[in-house]
């Protein structure tokens, strides 16, 4: 049963999506894969292209070692296997940005082998499965220059070294794409092998797109190209579907095709029919020795590498008590996962902080559209908010106005230890009438106070209405000011009450 109605909430009008990514992510050398003209992203054309990127007779490549390197940090990441040897192969076509007439890629043995990408669609866990990822030099751009009408070539970018990561056709719908996309992008941003700019097309993600009836077999692919922003990719797949399926039920056959979004008008548009492999004419490149790669130095490599958002995620879970969902998204970002740990440790109130960092705090991040290296309140302060309320020094209500009036500068502090921070916000408190109200005589009489006044909501609540009970609640509060501990509020009535 729970199968079918789950299969029913992927459907698009009665098909079933198919994706499968390829992925272009831009490694964070200084230099090129095979030469040692520099990566650097901007410089004027073809200052950065050496007698190797050029093509120029006579050269040789030269294998880079960091880029392989930063391939095993990910091969690693991932759960992949690490090829102990792989092979460089040329892969032909001509086009005027590629001046070898081949580019070197790998084919047949590709250094990252299999892993997976495991990542939560809303609460959802879901795992794509990686078939592999390769080295691979980028080519060179064409410049086409509109109000000269003539097209420049920039061999800059030629030689930059690519890792191009595919998947199963595992996906099942542009959200999950879009989810598999971000998790990628946060593991090679996390990991350091790439800076993950989309914009300078560091990360460029090719999705492969088709649709069946349930249970079918594949249906036939387009793979839309260059995808280089999580909203372009979301609209473009989407586009994508409906197309499809509209060719379908108006009885076309899907060609097989390369297509690209064009932003503007929301739509994609075929470019060129696709090329099997075959077109290619691959072959082991004579210039280059197999990459070998020894157990000894994949060791190195571990043993250097950051905390993975995985791992770290999982020792939220296990150290902090944390629910898997929170830790999943308090480990997004490196900067967050440390504003978590540093809140959690001051306050020691783990699972506090993370509601407070996932709600009011991601809430204000998103509002101001800040990363939270930014945050204009620290984790110590936010720590020092989270004790005293759980102290019972400050109401919830009490924590979210001084929240506001630190992360707005309407009130500032003065950076210091936990203590200094925690006197500055006693100060605080006082001034703005926050203390909760700790004198249980006086919040007593408010009480008989209130009982007495409401002889109605009192029989209600005796005969059985919980919601009568609320209505007491409120009035005492007000009767407080709102300085009243809601918790304690509710404690003292029913004691009265039953
Ligand atoms: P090629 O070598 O021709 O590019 P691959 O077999 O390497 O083809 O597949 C490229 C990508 O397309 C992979 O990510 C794969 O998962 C995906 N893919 C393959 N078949 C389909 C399909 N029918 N629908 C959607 N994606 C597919
Ligand atoms: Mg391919």
């Known amino acids: 049963m729970n199968n079918v109605t789950q299969e029913k909430k992927i459907l698009v009008m009665g098909y079933e999506v ?50 392989v390197e930063r391939a095993i940090q990910f091969g690693l990441a991932v759960g992949s296997h690490i090829a102990p040897k792989s092979i460089f192969a040329r892969k032909n076509y001509f086009y005027p940005d590629l ?3 081949y580019q070197i890629s790998q ?19 879901k795992s794509v499965r990686l078939v592999r990822a390769h080295l691979e030099e980028d080519a060179g751009k064409s410049l086409h220059e509109d109000f000269v009408g003539q097209t420049g070539i920039d061999l800059n970018r030629a030689g930059t070294p690519l890792l191009e990561i595919v998947t199963e056709p595992d996906m099942r719908g542009s959200s999950e794409a879009v989810a598999y996309a971000k998790e990628l992008h946060k593991i090679v941003t996390w990991i350091g092998i790439c800076d993950g700019n989309m914009q300078e097309g560091s990360f460029r993600c090719d999705a492969n797109v088709s649709v069946r009836k349930p249970g079918g077999p594949l249906g036939t692919r387009r793979e839309i190209k260059n995808l280089n922003s999580f909203k ?12 499809q399926i509209e060719q379908i039920e108006d009885g076309h056959a899907i060609e097989q095709a390369t297509v690209l979004f064009n932003p ?11 090329e099997d492999a075959a077109d290619y004419r691959y072959f082991p490149d004579p210039d280059l020795p197999p990459l070998c790669i020894s157990e ?25 008590g944390l629910p898997e969902y929170d830790a999943t998204q308090l480990t997004q970002s490196k900067a967050m996962a440390s504003y978590f740990e540093e809140t959690a440790k001051a306050c020691r109130q783990p699972k506090l902080a993370s509601n407070w960092i996932m709600g009011e705090v991601a809430r204000r991040l998103n509002a101001d559209n800040i990363d939270i290296k930014a ?20 109401l919830n209500n009490g924590a979210r106005q001084l929240f506001d009036m630190f992360w707005t500068g309407s009130k500032t502090i003065v950076a210091g230890s936990f203590e200094a921070l925690d006197q500055q916000t006693e100060a605080f408190i006082e001034a703005e009438g926050l203390r909760p109200m700790n004198d249980s005589g006086a919040l007593e009489a408010i009480v008989d106070t209130v009982i007495a006044a409401n ?35 509710n404690d003292l009535l029913r004691s009265k009450l039953s």
């Open 296 to 320: 000894q130095w994949i060791e190195d490599v571990r043993g250097r590498m950051t905390e993975l958002p995985r791992v770290m995620s999982e020792r939220f879970v296990r150290d902090y």
């Open 375 to 394: 945050a204009p309140v620290s984790a110590l302060q936010l720590a020092v908010l989270i004790k005293r309320v759980f102290d019972g020094k400050l």
């Open 455 to 489: 002889a109605k909501n009192v029989a209600e609540f005796q005969a059985g209405n919980e919601k009568a009970l609320n209505a007491l609640v409120g009035q005492i509060m007000k009767a407080s000011k709102g300085k009243a501990n809601p918790q304690q509020v």
């Open 99 to 101: 001046p070898k007439g």
């Open 264 to 274: 503007d008008t929301g739509e994609t548009r075929a470019m060129r029919t696709k």
């Open 107 to 125: 084919f047949e043995i590709p250094v990252v082998q299999g892993g997976s990408v495991e990542f939560f669609l809303g609460d959802e866990k």
């Open 232 to 243: 372009f990719m979301q609209q473009a797949i989407d586009y994508e579907v409906r197309w």
């Open 18 to 67: 198919v994706i499968g990514f390829e992925t272009h992510a831009q490694l964070s050398t200084q230099s090129k894969i095979f030469s040692r003209a520099s990566t650097a992203f901007g410089a004027e054309p073809n200052t950065q292209a050496c007698a190797v990127d050029l093509a120029l007779p006579g050269t040789l490549p030269v294998m880079n070692k960091g880029a």
